[in-house]
Nanobody, 114 residues
């Protein structure tokens, strides 16, 4: 069974950087789908970045600014966010699909001030 815990959210100024972490209780790096989503108040949840094997994909809105990565030894996934904009403000969620189950973390708040 997989448990996901996000951390690293906070308040930053526009143009700043932040790194989110998603620590998993079990191994998640055996061909599983994993990624980051975000949801702003009153808006739909959107896919931000995904990591499937060695392939990565990014939403157009974050391409060139965000980088998804993982550390197998720590069983942790990261989202490096640079050049942050106010429109990046949202709750960010870690997501893993393993063994036919869809796992979500509780989310971490990211607020970017102008």
């Amino acid at each position: 069974q997989v448990q996901l815990v996000e951390s690293g959210g906070g308040l930053v100024q526009a143009g700043g950087s932040l790194r989110l972490s998603c620590a998993a209780s079990g191994s998640i790096f055996s061909g599983n789908f994993m990624g980051w989503y975000r949801q702003a108040p009153g808006k739909q949840r959107e896919l931000v970045a995904t990591f499937s094997g060695s392939r990565t994909n990014y939403a157009d809105s974050v391409k060139g600014r965000f980088t998804i990565s993982r550390d197998n030894a720590k069983n942790t996934m990261y989202l490096q966010m640079n050049s942050l904009k106010p429109e990046d403000t949202a709750v960010y969620y870690c997501n893993v699909i393993k063994g036919g189950y869809n796992y979500w973390g509780q989310g971490t708040q990211v607020t970017v001030s102008s």
